[in-house]
């Protein structure tokens, strides 16, 4: 089961939603806005921030949020995206 991390907590506190683990043993974290689920978020198996923040370092960890921003670009107003980039990265 992947680990809610304190970085994920206050990025969605930011963004006014709510997040939990997955109901979908394939993804990290559902998206909870107004008691409702919006999205699913995260592969599991695939790193994130806050996973490279705790294994590779900051450095590393800000390289590849760098990488992952520029590749999913398009992605911003798409809700699902939307959430992965601001809450996991």
Do not use: H
């Amino acid at each position: 089961m992947y680990e809610i991390t304190e970085y994920s907590k206050l990025q969605a506190k930011k963004l006014g939603v709510e997040i939990k683990p997955s109901s979908n043993k394939k993804k990290k974290l559902d998206v909870f806005k107004d008691n409702k689920k919006v999205a699913q978020i995260g592969a599991k198996g695939m790193n994130d921030y806050p996973t490279y923040m705790k294994t590779k370092g900051k450095a590393f960890a800000d390289e590849r949020r760098r990488l992952y921003r520029k590749r999913t670009d398009w992605c911003k107003d798409k809700t699902g995206c939307k959430y992965a980039r601001d809450i996991l990265w």
